[in-house]
């Protein structure tokens, strides 16, 4: 079955860097969008970033503002979240996804297959 593991979460400070990654398994991984989404406490889940097959194509939440990277390595199956200068504002849960579509989509529901989720809290 299809599985999508993030890692790469945890307590950091405000200013801090950090890199997220997400592996994944059980799909044609050059076949899918990959895509990044993010959940604070008591707020919707938010689009943070997509890319697809090649990485020549990519899109990015409004919020991003260039402090946010993404990327994928497809001989690894694998898809990461660089984000920067961080702030309290980018604590949530952070959510790898897979969607079919032939090009990124912020839209959640155009995603099929997501992982568990990986923790990411800062502190101010």
């Known amino acids: 079955q299809v599985q999508l593991v993030e890692s790469g979460g945890g307590l950091l400070q405000a200013g801090d860097s950090l890199r997220l990654s997400c592996a994944a398994s059980g799909l044609t991984f050059r076949r899918f969008i990959m895509g990044w989404f993010r959940q604070a406490p008591g707020k919707e889940r938010e689009f943070v970033a997509a890319i697809n097959w090649s990485g020549d194509n990519i899109l990015y939440g409004d919020f991003v503002k260039g402090r946010i990277a993404i990327s994928r390595d497809n001989a690894k199956n694998t898809v990461y979240l660089q984000m920067s200068s961080l702030t309290s504002e980018d604590t949530a849960v952070y959510y790898c996804?897979?969607?079919?579509?032939?090009?990124?989509?912020?839209?959640?529901?155009?995603?099929?297959?997501w992982g568990q989720g990986t923790q990411v809290t800062v502190s101010s």
């Open positions: 996804a897979a969607s079919a579509s032939l090009v990124p989509t912020r839209i959640g529901q155009g995603y099929k297959y």
